[in-house]
């Protein structure tokens, strides 16, 4: 086990200590009678990350501090939606709670109609106060307030061999049109979901079409879909700059000695994203109740805490302490930053501009 993963799942469960007991808003009235109505229910069925850090937390956090046990379904964010699709066809409502990030709450959860508001269920004292939660507010993703936010995070878009990239040589995105990084780039294919998506997305809304172009084609990059691959490649020395790189095989590789580097250009917006932090109470649910605790629990400070470092997140909460989150994680003041769980750039802005780019690409 590497050394990124040990620390990772040790500050999970150090965090968790604090996530498997009742905490103390749990004496409240509002609260007492939503935890019996839970309990008579006896168990809640929860989709979430497809993590097996986050999965112990989310089932056993939730069982240890109140008893009620957790189904666990930790499937990818499309698969989600199909399976929803198909079980509702059949006149099946199985899901109680939906922990997911991406596309999948917004764009196929919602407008399908099977969400509940989430927003008349939080009643938890410390969820509810919002001086708890960054910028003096609760997170919703979406105006109808159906869709609670917890995460938001910076997610490097660049990386160099320091070996081969001398510091401040590549400091902003229109430096990588050198001609002496002709073939000497990896870059996450942009056809593809995840870094490679809201990069490609972020630099056609920044730069236009034809920095796109002489980027991905002119330059001659090298695209990849395995994440670990295209850092290895770099670390290695086969090319000298990823783009859209995956920071965990990152991260890990940086631990092992490789001379690899985080790069934040100045002449474009940093990306931020939300990572697994959506939070949804799903409709016609089995266990309504047991459900609404579930995300009054989740949303609190000791589950984001635990939460977040099984994930190598940073919750919006403001009250947290982190022990292993790397410091490129957190936003910064100052810095001008794109938000890619923003529902405008989701549903207005991502899709055309990242239509645009690949048209360019031929793909």
């Known amino acids: 086990m590497s050394l990124t993963r040990r620390a990772a799942i040790g ?132 105006d109808g307030h159906m869709i609670l936010r917890t995460l938001s995070y910076v997610t490097p878009q660049l990386v160099v061999n320091t070996k081969l990239v001398r510091p401040g040589e590549v400091n902003q995105w229109r430096a990588l049109l050198d001609p002496k990084w002709q073939g000497k780039i990896v870059a996450k294919d942009p056809g593809v979901s995840g870094a490679g998506t809201s990069l490609i997305a972020m630099l056609y809304m920044t730069f236009g079409d034809d920095f796109v172009k002489k980027l991905y084609v002119d330059q001659k990059p090298m695209l990849s879909r395995d994440g670990r691959q295209a850092a290895l490649f770099v670390a290695q020395g086969t090319d000298a700059i990823l783009l859209g790189p995956e920071p965990t095989a990152v991260d890990q590789l940086r631990a092992q000695g490789y001379p690899l580097s985080y790069v934040f250009p100045t002449d474009a917006p940093t990306i931020v994203s939300g990572g697994y932090g959506l939070l949804s109470l799903v409709n016609k649910a089995p266990h309504p109740n047991a459900a609404k605790l579930y995300i009054n629990w989740l949303a609190g400070p000791g589950p984001q805490l635990a939460f977040c470092e099984a994930l190598r997140s940073v919750s919006l909460r403001s009250d947290l302490n982190y022990k292993t989150i790397p410091d490129y994680a957190f936003p910064r003041k100052g810095v001008k930053y794109l938000d890619s769980y923003d529902m405008k750039f989701v549903s207005e802005q991502r899709n055309p501009a990242m239509a645009k780019a690949r048209d360019l690409l031929g793909e």
């Open 11 to 142: 500050g999970a469960l150090t965090a968790a200590a604090t996530a498997w007991s009742a905490p103390v808003y749990a004496q409240t009235d509002p609260m007492k009678s939503l935890i019996a109505a839970a309990k008579a229910e006896g168990t809640v069925t929860v989709d979430g990350p497809p993590v097996d850090a986050a999965r112990e937390l989310l089932t056993l956090g939730f069982q240890n501090a109140y008893g009620i046990s957790v189904f666990y379904i930790g499937t990818t964010n499309s698969a989600s939606g199909a399976r929803v699709r198909a079980e509702r066809a059949a006149g099946k409502y199985l899901l109680d709670v939906l922990v997911a990030g991406g596309d999948t709450p917004t764009m196929t959860y919602l407008p399908s109609g099977w969400l509940d508001k989430v927003e008349p269920v939080l009643i938890a004292s410390d969820v509810v106060d919002k001086r708890n939660w960054r910028d003096g507010h609760l997170w919703f993703e979406d």
